[in-house]
């Protein structure tokens, strides 16, 4: 079975930076994906991480560490339109999406 | 259409009741996916299908059954719903269900049952 771990919430000012941490325990592990999700709105995907390091996408980073079971998204120059629900989500080798709770990030001016 | 669509947006129904929930995708991804979403619970995978004419279950199967007749089409399927069952009710689709599995999701259906 698949077990994840994040925090239910964050907060933060405009222009700051915020780390989400996901630590996770699974078999047939394949990867590592985030989706962001406004209230109310579908989940988009934001980034995946297949092998351990740090993936950056613009605003948006996202690290792995396979041997530590445990991952994290970093968002930089927070913007008000960041607020949203942050869900990390285990890619195992049977080909399913294992979710997390997600992680409430409220952005203040 | 464009992406994945979901019918009805929202519904309210009575216990007992059968109800097909309609997800219909245009962007030819071999892999759909049902998941209900509840708060502090995260999304649970209901159903899947890999590929055309064939389908599994997830975590949370029990009450629903799914058919892929098609690529473009994944109905769900409530034979006897019970309050348990609200929910919002996501279905997402991804071109390949392995590797990174990329997945586009509908905008929800949120279901009441009474």
């Known amino acids: 079975g698949q077990s994840l771990e994040q925090p239910s919430e964050v907060t933060a000012v405009e222009g700051a930076i915020v780390q989400i941490n996901c630590t996770y325990q699974?078999?047939?592990?394949?990867?590592l994906s985030w989706y962001q999700q406004h209230d109310g709105g579908a989940p988009t995907f934001l980034s995946y991480?297949?092998?351990?390091g740090l993936e950056e996408k613009g605003r948006f980073s996202s690290f792995l560490s396979r041997s530590k079971g445990y991952s994290y998204l970093l968002l930089k120059e927070l913007q008000m339109k960041d607020s949203a629900s942050y869900l990390c989500?285990?890619?195992?080798?049977?080909?399913?999406?294992?979710f997390g709770a997600g992680t409430t990030v409220t952005v203040r001016a | 259409i464009a992406g994945i669509t979901q019918a009805p947006t929202s519904q309210i129904l009575a216990a007992g009741r059968r109800m097909t929930l309609r997800c219909t995708q245009d962007?030819?991804?071999?892999?759909m996916y049902w998941y209900r979403q509840d708060l502090g619970l995260g999304l649970r995978l209901i159903h899947y299908s890999n590929t055309a004419g064939t389908t599994g279950k997830g975590e949370v199967p029990d009450g629903y059954s799914v058919s892929r007749a098609n690529t473009d089409d994944f109905p769900l399927t409530l034979a006897s719903a019970v309050p348990s069952q609200t929910s919002v009710y996501f279905c997402?689709?991804?071109?390949?269900?392995?590797?990174?599995?990329?997945?586009?999701f509908g905008p929800g259906t949120r279901l009441t049952v009474l």
């Open positions: 997402a689709s991804s071109d390949s269900p392995g590797g990174r599995n990329e997945q586009f």
């Open positions: 991480n297949g092998l351990d």
């Open positions: 989500a285990v890619n195992s080798n049977d080909y399913k999406l294992s």
């Open positions: 962007m030819r991804h071999n892999a």
């Open positions: 699974t078999s047939g592990f394949y990867g």
